[in-house]
């Protein structure tokens, strides 16, 4: 049984809770989204050691379970050293930059229905926007300038080149983001997060609406800089990108706000695209599986699951060359985003006068269809030539520019052009 319209916040069921009911929320998500990280730092290290046939942290604590507290106390304890060339104040300021933005975003996720705190009825979210979807991605990109200035301010070649990279990522992949939103918002006809979830109670949106699913899903591992699009922080040509230069609390901080964005961008799938805090079948038969603070725990575990696939990820794919990278974005994900958002567009239009059913229908065929082309384009965008290149064809002379990007030549290899003789010693010299 889905819940009744009345376990539904709406935006009117906002502003009216006393101030000591506000706090308690806003320390309520803060808590939770410090907790989530130390735990997730914890079982990315145990499931990435499980998934590659090796020992994770099995020394602080019982079997490692204090692992994150150690790594914590560790960064603290360590020397902060600040380089001599930095611009101090904003080399101070990035990391803060980059945490309060990703904490900020969750104010308008929805945990759960109206339930009763001390006689108070009151909305398991802290705040809710008619424009709240806009405010997270908003928010968000406001995180990109600490990753930005901490590159810039530091004065060295790799952080800068770190900074200019996430630049380019966030701005390619926000894109694609916000056009699988417009899809969203089309469907539900409202941006307000509370008003999606509600929106979801016959059918989630991951069933009607899979190209934006699925692109949302590309775009949010792109959107925090994780495996295999970590390409701000690339240890192997970028040492360490943006934060190179960073150590003690101020290195932890940019992890913090990494891992508090991989928790907001999951909160946010599970809002758009599965339900929100509803329960999945078949407990969402049950009367009491969408009502009271069961749904804090679906919530969760949804969250939870996307979180897993971050691991999963990082465990199996090696990272993406920069210019695979962007074509995948610009090529691919933003002009199939804005044909499926036409897509949807149309289906509203010409289903307006049928059932719900027939338009589902109708929306989740298009939608497979879409999802295909998706999956195609990536193959096409990422697949070897068929045929071998230049370089591989003995007896040819080597182009350096054949791949688009220039590759120096092997030992065996020549190149064709102009021979520029070494230059002769003069005569003077010679006789001397």
Do not use: C
């Not at 933005?101 to 705040?127: D, E, N, Y």
């Not at 990820?313 to 074509?327: A, E, G, I, K």
């Amino acid at each position: 049984m889905t819940p009744q319209a009345a376990d539904f916040p709406t935006l009117a069921d906002f502003g009216h809770d006393p101030w000591w009911l506000i706090v308690i929320k806003a320390v309520a998500v803060f808590g939770f989204l410090v907790a989530n990280p130390l735990v997730a730092i914890l079982l990315e290290r145990k499931i990435m050691a499980r998934m590659q046939s090796r020992i994770g942290p099995n020394r602080v604590g019982p079997r490692g379970l204090l692992q994150s507290l150690a790594d914590g106390v560790k960064l603290a304890l360590k020397e902060g050293i600040i380089p001599s060339g930095v611009d101090k104040i904003i080399y101070l300021l990035a990391p803060i930059i980059a945490v309060v933005p990703a904490v900020m975003a969750f104010a308008v996720i929805p945990f759960g229905p109206m339930v009763s705190v001390f006689g108070h009825q009151t909305p398991l979210q802290l705040t809710d926007l008619p424009v709240g979807v806009l405010y997270v991605l908003a928010v968000t990109s406001i995180g990109v300038y600490g990753i930005v200035l901490a590159g810039w301010s530091s004065g060295s070649t790799y952080p800068l080149l770190g900074g200019l990279r996430s630049t380019a990522q966030v701005i390619s992949y926000e894109i694609a983001m916000g056009l699988t939103f417009a899809a969203v918002f089309l469907d539900a006809s409202t941006m307000s997060t509370s008003g999606i979830v509600a929106a979801q109670q016959d059918h989630w949106y991951v069933l009607l609406l899979l190209p934006s699913f699925v692109i949302y899903a590309i775009s949010m591992v792109g959107e925090t800089n994780r495996a295999p699009f970590d390409l701000p922080e690339a240890e192997g040509e970028l040492v360490g990108g943006f934060h190179t230069e960073y150590s003690s609390l101020k290195f932890a901080m940019f992890m913090l706000a990494e891992y508090i964005n991989m928790v907001t961008v999951s909160a946010l799938a599970t809002t758009m695209f599965l339900g929100g805090w509803q329960a999945p079948w078949p407990l969402s038969v049950f009367d009491w599986a969408n009502s009271g603070w069961w749904p804090i725990l679906w919530f969760t575990a949804k969250v939870w699951v996307f979180m897993f696939v971050f691991i999963w990820l990082r465990t199996s794919l090696p990272r993406l060359r920069y210019d695979q990278f962007m074509n995948l974005g610009w090529k691919v994900l933003i002009p199939i985003s804005l044909t499926w958002v036409m897509v949807v567009a149309l289906i509203r239009a010409a289903t307006e006068g049928s059932d719900d059913l027939t338009r589902a229908l109708i929306s989740a065929g298009a939608g497979i269809v879409v999802t295909a082309l998706i999956g195609y384009a990536i193959w096409r965008s990422m697949r070897l030539p068929e045929e071998p290149d230049d370089v591989e064809q003995p007896g040819k002379p080597f182009d350096a520019m054949a791949g688009g990007f220039p590759v120096p030549p092997l030992p065996s290899q020549r190149i064709d052009g102009p021979k520029i003789s070494p230059p002769q010693r003069s005569k003077e010299k010679t006789d001397a």
